[in-house]
């Protein structure tokens, strides 16, 4: 299945959450991306907090450029959107900072 675009989840601990909303507003004062709500608990098969930024193709290689200096010590997991939900959390997949394990129980 072709990529359609991207999503980048921004991981924060509770401590870390100022600095997630922060990297989520420059992201999106940079690319013109929409941010998602900000979950202080793991959903879906994300391991912790996290925020959803929604990015279409072609920003996609400016943000790739952008989020390694921007990200601090926060972890950014990228993802391509294909409509096929195991494939872009396994194959589709791009770390910024320490990879984490994702909870793949809710794509069974």
Not at 69 to 84: C, K, Q, Y
Request: proline share 7%; glycine share 8%; hydrophobic share 45%.
């Amino acid at each position: 299945m072709p990529i359609k675009g991207y999503h980048a989840h921004i991981y924060f601990d509770p401590a870390e959450i100022e600095a997630a909303r922060a990297f989520a507003k420059a992201a999106q004062n940079a690319f013109g991306m929409p941010v998602g709500h900000f979950h202080t608990s793991p959903v879906g098969p994300h391991p912790r907090g996290s925020c959803q930024l929604s990015l279409r193709p072609e920003q996609f290689a400016q943000f790739a450029v952008w989020a390694p200096e921007a990200r601090g010590d926060l972890t950014i997991f990228a993802h391509g959107v294909s409509g096929n939900d195991l494939v872009d959390h396994t194959r589709y997949v791009i770390w910024f900072g320490q990879s984490e394990a994702l909870d793949m129980s809710v794509f069974d």
